[in-house]
């Protein structure tokens, strides 16, 4: 009797023991086949995705949109004209997908009759003639989708397709997917929708669903659109309701909940001992979410899961493999020969001598190596060529400045004698000299001072530029200040309003910059024609740095003569006091700081601006408008 105890406790424990194991392994199982289900169920969600895509190309053709406009104009030639391109790209859409069986363009008007259709076939896709285009007002997914907002996709439930109110034989599975389409003001004008052939769809998306596993799909209400026993799909077409919750007990509860994904084990009631069922819902449009489901034997998917497990090593060993000879052969074949062309550029770059590069090669290393030979090559030829230039440059502006100096010198002596001796003959003999000859000599005089003023700003031009600047950081509108106090007399003669600011703080040359101010200042005061005009200094910051400038009122300037004022000795320039040279220094002065001068001119005004490259600084100085008094 103690024998049969411990017989009868081992078998107990044992018994434990295999279904505690029993139980493991078929949660395993059952996690195997929902992963199974889950990513079969993104297949079709993903799919779904590109038929909304299509729609949604096809209601944004022109030719859409260009129908619309010309039928608001009444022009049907035209509409006629964007029928045909439409039509033309419904045809090619229903070529690339043979299980597309009806692509259109349906209009709200006229009973929702349909502006260009074209329908699949064997023989393949082919435009309905205008005669037997028909109205589709009351078929649920037109008035479903036409009321829908801008760019809201609208996908149907799945149902049987009909003629009139008759389903047709042999039946077809269809599936609407539809865009409403607006006019430019917003208002409804129709739908664009291309009709699905859903089971051929599937049968393209799931080649080999039926197996091992077996496949169930159903509506929102849980209906089976797919079932392994054809008589049991759509049965609610024709009166008789064939229900996942009826069909399987197990689920019922979870199929009626809000759960995504859920899974049972059979029994006797309805799944049957020994087996494993999975659904997840599938939302292609959330008014009519699907529900995708697999069952299967246990057995089936421990075999199903040894074959992916397998299958998955072998590729795992296979890849490891190759990669193990391709990062040899990269690191034989390609890595070091890249490795001897970049660090022969990189010599090359700082200014080292070129190293052997693997030209010899016939591969597209050897291209690549032979180009670089060439272009290094290309590169010490230009640099000699550019070297020699320079050399020839600098001789040239060597003469080009001693010349300079001498002319200068030459030309200011005589012109400084035609000046004196007029200034004798006025002081000597100003009282037997008639007044026409007084006038002579006041302007040989006057043409001599001018000739000098021009020679001493000629030698400033060319003086421009040479020798070692420093930039210093500068407040311009203290710098501004000095050139305004050096003509304070002036300024205050003439009553000229004065409005300065704010302006910034930049590291320029001063003395070069003063000269400029200066120099804008004079040509204002010289061009104006008006006493008591306005003298403004301006600053504007742009990401680029500031646009400075200096605007005078009294004087303006034609169009076509703003690009020249700033060559030297311009008809314009001579036609007024002034060497002819104030314009062209201060654009010598901008080019020194690498910046840029030019001019605007309107009704009663002219504005110099420019930019003096560089660094600037956030300080600001200066003040707003001020009359000449506060000065």
Not at 99 to 115: C, M, N, S
Not at 429 to 457: F, N
């Amino acid at each position: 009797m103690a024998c049969g105890l411990v017989i009868g406790t081992a078998l107990s424990v044992a018994s434990v023991e295999y279904w505690s194991y029993r139980s493991l392994v078929t949660s395993q199982q059952q996690e195997s086949l929902a992963r199974q289900v889950e990513s079969d169920a993104l297949r079709l969600e993903s799919a779904m995705a590109d038929l909304k895509n299509d729609v949604s190309l096809l209601a944004g053709l022109p030719a859409i949109h260009s129908y619309i406009e010309a039928h608001a104009r009444n022009d049907r030639v035209t509409e006629e004209l964007w029928n045909d391109r439409a039509a033309a790209v419904f045809v090619q859409m229903l070529r690339t997908h043979p299980h597309y069986v009806k692509a259109a363009f349906i209009g709200a008007e006229d009973g929702g009759r349909e502006i260009v259709r074209v329908n699949g076939g064997e023989n393949g896709p082919s435009r309905v003639p205008e005669s037997a285009l028909q109205h589709k007002a009351e078929r649920p997914y037109f008035q479903e989708a036409v009321g829908l907002p801008l760019g809201k996709v609208y996908v149907s439930s799945v149902t049987l397709n009909r003629e009139g109110d008759v389903i047709e034989e042999p039946h077809r599975a269809i599936l609407h997917v539809a865009l409403p389409i607006h006019t430019r003001s917003g208002d409804p004008f129709g739908i664009v929708v291309i009709n699905v052939d859903f089971l051929s769809f599937l049968e393209e998306l799931f080649p080999s669903r039926v197996g091992r596993y077996t496949y169930y799909l159903t509506n929102e209400a849980g209906d089976f659109l797919v079932h392994p026993d054809p008589t049991r799909s759509f049965g609610f077409e024709f009166g008789t309701r064939y229900r996942v919750q009826d069909e399987f007990p197990e689920l019922a509860a979870d199929f009626d909940s809000n759960l995504v994904t859920f899974s049972a084990r059979g029994s006797a009631r309805g799944l049957g001992v020994g087996r494993l069922i999975s659904f997840r819902r599938v939302f292609p449009d959330p008014a009519h979410p699907l529900a995708l489901g697999i069952a299967a034997s246990y057995d089936d998917v421990t075999d199903q899961t040894l074959q992916v497990g397998w299958g998955a090593l072998a590729l795992t060993g296979g890849l490891l493999l190759f990669a193990s000879f391709a990062a040899y052969f990269v690191a034989s074949l390609v890595t070091a020969p890249v490795a001897r062309i970049t660090a022969a550029v990189r010599d090359f770059g700082r200014g080292g001598t070129m190293t052997a590069l693997p030209t010899e090669r016939k591969d597209e290393i050897g291209v690549l190596a032979r180009v670089f030979e060439q272009t290094m090559q290309t590169v010490r030829e230009r640099e000699s060529q550019i070297l020699a230039t320079s050399m020839k440059l600098q001789d040239a502006n060597a003469d080009l400045e001693h010349f300079a100096h001498i002319a200068s010198h030459d030309l200011r002596e005589p012109a400084r004698r035609v000046a004196g001796l007029a200034d004798v003959v006025l002081l000597k003999e100003g009282g037997r000299i008639s007044a026409e000859g007084d006038d002579l000599l006041q302007r040989m005089r006057h043409a001599a001072i001018k000739m000098l003023d021009q020679i001493t700003d000629f030698r400033s031009l060319t003086r421009i530029g040479q020798g070692v600047l420093l930039r210093e950081e500068t407040d311009l509108a203290v710098l501004v200040r000095s050139v305004l106090d050096e003509r304070a007399a002036q300024i205050e003669a003439r009553g000229i309003r004065i409005q300065v600011g704010p302006l910034p703080r930049l590291e320029i040359y001063e003395n070069l910059v003063q000269l400029l101010y200066g120099n804008l200042v004079d040509n204002a005061l010289m061009h104006a024609s008006l006493d008591a005009f306005t003298l403004a200094f301006t600053a504007e910051e742009t990401p680029q740095g500031y646009v400075l400038g200096v605007r005078n009122t009294g004087s303006e300037i034609r169009a076509e003569d703003l690009k020249r004022i700033f060559a030297p000795f311009t008809r314009l320039q001579l036609r007024t006091d002034g060497s002819g040279l104030g314009l062209s220094i201060c654009k010598r002065i901008v080019e020194r700081h690498t910046g840029s001068i030019w001019a605007e001119s309107g009704t009663g005004y002219v504005h110099i601006k420019f930019t003096l490259g560089g660094h600037r600084n956030d300080g600001i100085g200066g003040d707003n408008e001020s009359p000449r008094d506060q000065l």
